[in-house]
């Protein structure tokens, strides 16, 4: 199978599963506010099933370049990196909310959150839970990052990545009209989220790129969701609204995702580095000298993968 085929198949998989059942629960009077209901929606696994089914049946290129080992002691600085980072950020869009006067310093939201609990036994126990809520949104790594990132333009990393930040958030999109979040401009509201996807995927495209791992990714995206815009939100309240804060939160992404691209850091590890034997455990499921071979198996890094 071609390319082409892979990725249309894997659209239309994570986008219809995605979609219909969201859409579905809005009808029958469900909240996608509610977490429940989130994982209900099925959008925390529907990239990784179309992922998995494209990989594994249509066109059979295996799991190699999938980034699924830890390679947590090679990598350490990049799980640090990906479990403080969103924390960082959440102090980087707090202080420039006060800067622009959009906020009064306090720590009163999160004293009054559990009472009788100090405000850093809280983000201590939060921060804990991070990394434990990481396989929650490795179906989303696992199939927007170490999957259509990786095919969508093949020798084009950065071109590959703005489309798979593009069309990660297009993917989210119904949410603005389903009661998950709620814009006073829709149009602004939705570019705002836009610029927010981008700036997250290059990041995250990073952190697979030189971890070698779409496990980092995972503990970023969990801290992106339960660190960065639960603490900003609780901090900020609802009085700035939707746009506002998810402007404030995208800001100091904006400026390390330049960093990123201009200092010359989005390329992958060595070959020898990131190629180990047997691939520290990641899954090899067709072995087929027919089938279409890339990243490692290609001859190049695991996120280079050979034209099909």
């Known amino acids: 199978m071609s390319r082409t085929t892979g990725l249309v198949t894997y ?44 990989r594994r049946w249509v066109t059979r290129e295996g799991f190699a370049d999938a980034g699924l080992a830890l390679r947590m002691r090679a990598s350490w600085q990049h799980y640090l990196a990906a479990w403080l980072g969103p924390l960082a950020f959440t102090a980087a869009a707090l202080g420039l909310a006060a800067v622009l006067g959009m906020w009064q310093p306090t720590l009163t939201p999160l004293e009054e959150l559990v009472p009788g609990l100090p405000w850093w036994a809280f983000l201590g126990v939060l921060m804990l839970v991070v990394p434990l809520l990481a396989p929650l949104y490795w179906g989303e790594e696992f199939g927007w990052t170490s999957y259509l990132r990786l095919r969508i333009f093949p ?6 990545t703005l489309a798979t930040g ?26 705002v989220w836009t610029v927010s996807f981008l700036c997250q995927e290059v990041i995250l495209t990073w952190l697979r790129l030189r971890s070698g791992s779409i496990w980092t990714t995972s503990v970023a995206h969990a801290g992106n969701n339960m660190t960065l815009s639960l603490l900003t ?49 990641a899954m090899r499921t067709d072995r087929d000298e027919r089938r279409p071979r890339y990243g490692c198996e290609a001859g190049v890094g695991p996120d280079q993968p050979g034209r099909p």
């Open 155 to 160: 020798g084009r990393p950065l071109a590959a």
């Open 11 to 54: 659209l239309l998989i994570s986008f219809g599963v995605t979609w219909t059942v969201e859409i579905t629960l809005r009808l029958l009077g469900f909240s996608l506010a509610n977490p429940l209901v989130q994982l209900l929606s099925l959008g925390w696994i529907a990239p990784a099933a179309a992922a998995f089914i494209v």
């Open 233 to 281: 939100g609780m901090m900020l309240g609802a009085n700035i609204g939707a746009t506002a804060g998810i402007a404030l939160m995208t800001a100091p992404m904006v400026v390390v995702a330049c960093w990123i691209l201009l200092s010359g850091r989005y390329q992958a590890r060595p070959l020898a580095v990131a190629c180990q034997e047997p691939l520290d455990g």
């Open 166 to 191: 593009l069309i990660w958030a297009i993917w989210h999109y119904p949410l603005a009209f389903l009661g998950y979040i709620e814009f006073g401009n829709v149009a602004l509201g939705l570019l």
